[in-house]
């Protein structure tokens, strides 16, 4: 039997309105706790992974796995709020102005943020000497689509 906990992270593809890969792996662990929350970015799977490493949930009997994914959504609190918006991504959902993407948002400011948020926690839970997994919820580096499902349209 195994007795240690389960804790995953992602995007919609970890927690959805049927079960994800996540719901199959909490069944062989007897305590799990899924922090996938749909259209949320990296930006938010680093910020809940730090929140629970912060209150104590993830331990030496903790099993994490992390499933990143696209380098096309954008995570934001909004001013006034206490939790992401998990918007999806900038380029396709239609929650982004075309202004803000064409002016602002960099999809290599995405790939540098994600490159040190998995090495962050790749550090942490190996000095932590933590079990962990970490994979991408489709490849970021195929094409042009930066790990989103599909395209429909220019990139910024």
Not at 129 to 138: D, G, Q, V
Request: glycine share 8%; proline share 5%.
């Amino acid at each position: 039997m195994n007795e240690k906990k389960l804790v995953t992270f992602g995007c919609s593809f970890t927690d959805f309105s049927w079960p994800t890969w996540a719901d199959w792996m909490g069944t062989a662990y007897p305590e799990y706790y899924n922090f996938g929350s749909g259209g949320s970015g990296n930006k938010f799977i680093f910020h809940k992974f730090m929140e629970a490493m912060n209150n104590g949930l993830i331990t030496k009997d903790t099993d994490v796995v992390i499933q990143w994914t696209s380098c096309l959504r954008y995570d934001l609190i909004p001013r006034g709020q206490k939790k992401y918006t998990g918007l999806g991504s900038v380029i396709h959902s239609g929650n982004y102005p075309i202004e803000f993407t064409s002016k602002y948002f960099n999809p290599y400011q995405q790939i540098i943020e994600l490159v040190n948020y998995v090495k962050a926690i790749r550090l942490i839970l190996d000095i932590k000497r933590i079990n962990h997994t970490m994979f991408f919820m489709l490849n970021p580096w195929d094409g042009t689509l930066l790990g989103e499902p599909w395209n429909s349209g220019d990139h910024p």
